[in-house]
């Protein structure tokens, strides 16, 4: 009787830490693996696209997408997989040389300019309003009012 009820504790223990989506990601697809609750690549690699997953796979290799991604703080993943994603898109049309043809650099360039600008400007905005605070926090400690801890 005891062994049962040890039996029974076993399954349901697999079964809560077995958890899938319903619908799995492409790289699980492509794996031909079920897609499990905490899947690393599903937030990134949806099912209805598997060739976004499959170029990073083909270039970087999805244990090296993961180890990067464990080093990327969970706000950053987003931005870093999509710069994966087209780094090896990139990479798989141009080679491991880079770019070759002036046309593609003209039509890259501006993209990256852009990114970067928004970049820039997002941190021009976050020093400003350091400052702002900062002076707000010096004027109140000028005229005797308390500054808030």
Do not use: W
């Amino acid at each position: 009787m005891h062994s049962k009820m040890k039996k029974k504790n076993k399954n349901k223990n697999k079964n809560k830490n077995n958890k899938r989506r319903a619908v799995a990601c492409a790289a699980c697809n492509c794996f031909g693996k079920d897609c499990p609750q905490d899947c690393p690549f599903a937030p990134y690699f949806p099912a209805h696209d598997p060739q976004r997953f499959a170029v990073v796979h083909k270039i970087f290799g999805a244990n090296n997408f993961e180890d990067v991604m464990k080093d990327v703080p969970k706000i950053k993943r987003a931005e870093a997989v999509e710069d994966m994603v087209n780094d090896a898109k990139m990479r798989e049309r141009d080679g491991i040389d880079g770019l070759r043809d002036p046309s593609v650099i003209d039509n890259v360039l501006p993209l990256y300019e852009c990114h970067l600008k928004q970049q820039v400007d997002t941190m021009v905005a976050l020093v400003d309003a350091g400052k702002t605070a900062l002076q707000r926090l010096r004027n109140g400690a000028i005229r005797g009012k308390p500054t808030r801890r």
